[in-house]
Structure formats: structure tokens, C-alpha cells
């Protein structure tokens, strides 16, 4: 119970995500496709409370000159990259498991550059799946990402 508790708590966490949740699983000695399975969708879910949490306090703060001013121009100055690599873009970036490439900024860049949610979050989940997927291998040996 306790060892379920600690998956979905790191899955949902900024730093650790799946990417700590993973190999706490595995180390305590879970079925590795119940983690997986746990960790994805704690992971994947938790796109929404950020990016409709981030409409909620923008809709109340962006008549805040300085908090409207500094979205905008953080918005023009990355559109052309957002346009030069699109939904690609995030993908990757949420597939490569490294701390701050995960669902939280994703979701975070999806809201600032005002992607559909309903888009943003099959990328984001897409890139999940991947980083996952490469986690499980990686803890239970199959891969070696040190070379």
C-alpha cells in the first residue's frame, strides 16, 4: 500500500516524476508493468491541474502589468522555436528522462505558448510513454544509458 502510495506521490512530483518513481518501484519490488502502468498515468494526469491551474491564476493576474507584460514577451520570443519544432518538440523533450524535461515544464511551455490542452496533452502523454519506456529498461538492465 505504502509502496503504491510512494509511486503515484514521486510520479506527480516536479523533479522526480516517473523518473523517480520508476526505480522506487522496482526497488521495493513491484511488478514492473503495474508501476509503469501507475507511474504513466499519475504522471500523464497531472498535465491538467498545472495547465488549467495556469489559466486559472493568469484569467486573475494578467491585469497585473508586470506579470502580463512578462508572459507576452516570454511568449513572442520563443513562438519561433515553438513553430520550428512544434508538437516534435515537445515530444522529445518530454521523452528524454532527465530532471525538468518532464510533464510539469511541458505543460508549463504548452500553456505559455497557448497550445489546445486536448493536443498538448496526447504530446506530453506520447512523450510519458517513451520516457517510461526508457526508464523501465534502463532500471531493470535491459539498457545502458552510460556508456
Known amino acids: 500500500m505504502y509502496g503504491i502510495l510512494g509511486i503515484i506521490l514521486l510520479s506527480i512530483a516536479p523533479i522526480s516524476e516517473l523518473r523517480g518513481a520508476i526505480p522506487f518501484g522496482i526497488s521495493i519490488g513491484l511488478n514492473p508493468l503495474f508501476i509503469f502502468v501507475i507511474s ?3 504522471n500523464s494526469l497531472i498535465f491538467f491541474p498545472i495547465y488549467f491551474g495556469l489559466n ?3 484569467e486573475r493576474l494578467s491585469k497585473i502589468k508586470f ?3 512578462n508572459i507576452e514577451r ?3 520570443k ?3 522555436k515553438m513553430e520550428k519544432y512544434g508538437i516534435w518538440g515537445l515530444i522529445f523533450f518530454v521523452a528524454i528522462p ?3 524535461t518532464g510533464v510539469w515544464t511541458a505543460s508549463i511551455i504548452s500553456w505559455l505558448f497557448d497550445l489546445e490542452w486536448w ?3 496526447g504530446v506530453i502523454f506520447v512523450g510519458v510513454l517513451i520516457a517510461g519506456t526508457i526508464v523501465m529498461l534502463s532500471t531493470l538492465g535491459v539498457i545502458n544509458l552510460i556508456w
Request: charged share 25%; proline share 5%.
Open 78 to 80: 520563443g513562438h519561433k
Open 56 to 58: 486559472f491564476f493568469y
Open 119 to 121: 493536443k498538448s496533452f
Open 98 to 100: 532527465f530532471p525538468l
Open 67 to 69: 506579470i502580463h507584460k
Open 74 to 76: 516570454i511568449r513572442k
Open 40 to 42: 504513466v498515468v499519475f
